[in-house]
């Protein structure tokens, strides 16, 4: 059995992509979980985070919680957030899938603002910048590459990991894979199941080169190192 | 959009608590089978990961050339979803063992070790590759015997990472049912989202996993002596 080839004519089947529930609902409802979910993460990560870092206190804690969430299943939180107050459907989805992006945005803002030579920020001062002008002219642009690292890290984690919704019966594309496995492998499902995981790893892929080159776009030129540079990337896996 | 119940389930309340110590007592025994599936399915998995990571650090460490497409080639497996990855190998393995999901967890687990096996491996200073490099060391056996064990910090830090992300990796195994302790919390869920099964699973993923991070710890003190007269 070539499962590849079984996957391939299932992407070929227009109706596989047109029908109700079928691939493009699915991509629709997986970009707009997404994107809720990153967006609830960067209004609460990078306020705290910058705010730490223009402080230039909290590390430990920041590193402690970031490693924390590490040790909590993503599946955990998608199966309990249901059964709370927030009911079924996507809010609790969201949720979950932000509590998990708020580590890396978090950890990265701080880093991005601590980074910044003393002297540099002695300068502004002396200059006669108040602290929130500090903030908004100097640090702010100066942590930019963190920033969109951060961002970038916790986007493509989000968009992986909107996946396992499916198993909660949350949307998203792990339903077309999910709904494959309910088929069955042997009764023609496995080309689903491949056809899904094709769809889902490109997309994250996708995602991934989209905001690398955002990335660069948003770095002022002076910033811009030889070497790319991907602060904290250790501390944000998913 | 699928039709979504609209509200928790009817029997919703007190008959269905968040945590009960009668569940534990009555399903202790599949409770601990889940658990020991679960620690079994990461320690292999860890394990190969790091025979397969530090070997590849040592190559990128040595052939500097080689770095950059090792790093990105464990990225791009690494930026692949779970579940899209239990998808493809699903298929191929079959869902009759764990074998997928063992796989799947290997390829996580491997960019955390090698970057950090490479990170402990560079940091090693120049002047102690010199000063080996004097003693008449050769190339394996100044690895063995003095970058090796001056990397043994950021191998640790690697395998602990590694160790705690493959934890919560191994419940979404629970797909095709073989996530130990995600096989839980999914049939808990599945089973008139029977809170208390959820729950207890969960809480136990979080333990095992601070306890795996926690002897590996351990285990990196006992290994790195010098670090600790330095501190103290």
Redesign the interface.
């Known amino acids: 059995m070539n499962y590849l080839q079984e996957g391939i004519v299932w992407l070929n089947d227009p109706l596989n992509w047109t029908n109700p529930d079928s691939l493009l609902d699915r991509l629709g409802e997986h970009l707009v979980i997404t994107f809720w979910a990153v967006l609830l993460g960067c209004a609460v990560g990078w306020p705290i985070g910058i705010w730490l870092g223009h402080r230039g206190r909290g590390g430990g804690a920041v590193i402690t919680v970031a490693n924390l969430t590490l040790a909590i299943p993503t599946l955990a939180l998608l199966t309990i957030l249901p059964l709370t107050p927030l009911g079924f459907g996507m809010p609790p989805v969201i949720v979950a899938l932000a509590v998990f992006a708020i580590p890396p945005l978090l950890a990265n803002a701080y880093t991005g603002l601590r980074q910044i030579d003393p002297e540099t920020r002695e300068a502004a001062k002396g200059m006669g910048l108040s602290g929130n002008q500090l903030l908004w002219r100097v640090e702010l642009p100066l942590s930019m590459p963190y920033l969109a690292a951060g961002l970038r890290t916790a986007a493509v984690q989000v968009v992986a990991t909107a996946a396992l919704a499916a198993l909660v019966n949350g949307g998203g594309l792990g339903e077309i894979i999910s709904a494959g496995f309910g088929i069955g492998m042997s009764n023609g499902g496995g080309g689903q199941i491949v056809a899904g995981g094709i769809v889902v790893a490109l997309l994250a892929l996708l995602v991934e080169a989209f905001l690398a080159i955002v990335q660069r776009l948003v770095t002022p030129r002076g910033l811009r190192p030889a070497r790319r540079r991907r602060a904290a990337s250790a501390v944000a896996a998913g | ?2 039709a ?5 389930p009817a029997d ?1 309340g007190p008959g269905n608590p968040w945590f009960s110590w009668r569940y534990v007592q009555d399903n202790f025994g599949d409770i601990l089978s889940a658990l020991q599936f679960h620690a079994g399915l990461t320690a292999r998995a860890v394990l190969i990961a790091m025979i397969v990571a530090v070997p590849l650090a040592v190559l990128a460490y040595w052939i500097r050339p080689l770095t950059g497409p090792i790093l990105a080639l464990s990225g ?1 497996l690494y ?10 190998l ?3 393995v079959g ?1 009759t063992t764990d074998t997928s999901v063992l796989i799947a967890l290997v390829l996580y687990a491997l960019l ?1 070790v090698v ?2 096996s490479l990170a402990g491996l560079t940091q090693v200073p120049g002047e102690v590759r010199d000063a080996a490099l004097g003693m008449g060391y050769g190339k394996f056996g100044r690895l063995w015997r003095i970058e090796l064990p001056l990397a043994v910090p950021g191998i640790i ?1 690697g395998l602990r ?1 590694a160790t ?2 493959t ?3 191994v ?2 195994g ?3 049912g073989q ?1 130990g ?2 096989d839980m ?2 049939g ?2 599945r089973n008139n ?1 029977y ?1 208390a099964e ?2 207890t ?2 809480l136990l ?2 333990a095992l ?2 306890v795996l ?1 926690l002897i590996l710890a351990g285990l990196g003190r006992l290994l790195t002596p010098w670090t600790r007269e330095r501190r103290s």
Request: net charge neutral; glycine share 8%.
């Open positions: 959009m699928p979504w119940p609209l509200a928790a919703d791009v930026t692949i979803p779970s579940l899209a990855l239990l998808a493809l699903a298929p191929l869902t955390v970057r950090n830090t990472l705690v992300s934890v919560a990796l419940t979404v629970g797909l095709i996530g302790l995600g919390i999914l808990g869920f989202y809170k959820i729950m699973a969960s993923c979080v996993a601070l991070d």
